[in-house]
């Protein structure tokens, strides 16, 4: 089995900052595309950024410029840096990760179970 847990949310105010870690644990041969997604209430869930094995990135338009995500491969660990957020960035968010279990097996997303972040003054 193969388990994300995330940690970093909670409750912080509109141009503060947080970030979010998400470590990846069990029976992991090599990890893919690390990534975050967030869902608002009343909305589907949305892409906020990837990060690639070799460290390639996107981002979502609605983050571009303030939120960084980056990895650290050794530790199976990816992070979100979220600067000047803003109310409309609340929402829970979930770590994802395209895991290979092993070299004979095709890769398979995993999600962790969701960090809920809250930006209000």
């Known amino acids: 089995q193969v388990q994300l847990v995330e940690s970093g949310g909670g409750l912080v105010q509109p141009g503060g900052s947080l970030r979010l870690s998400c470590v990846a644990s069990g029976s992991i041969f090599r990890i893919n595309d690390m990534g975050w997604y967030r869902q608002a209430p009343g909305k589907q869930r949305e892409l906020v950024a990837v990060?690639?094995?070799?460290?390639?990135?996107n981002y979502a338009d609605s983050v571009k410029g303030r939120f960084t995500i980056s990895r650290d491969n050794a530790r199976n660990t990816v992070y979100l840096q979220m600067n000047s957020l803003k109310p409309e960035d609340t929402a829970a968010y979930y770590c994802n990760a395209g895991v290979e279990r092993s070299p004979y097996f095709s890769a398979r997303d995993y999600w962790g179970q969701g960090t809920q972040v809250t930006v209000s003054s």
């Open positions: 990060i690639g094995s070799g460290g390639s990135t």
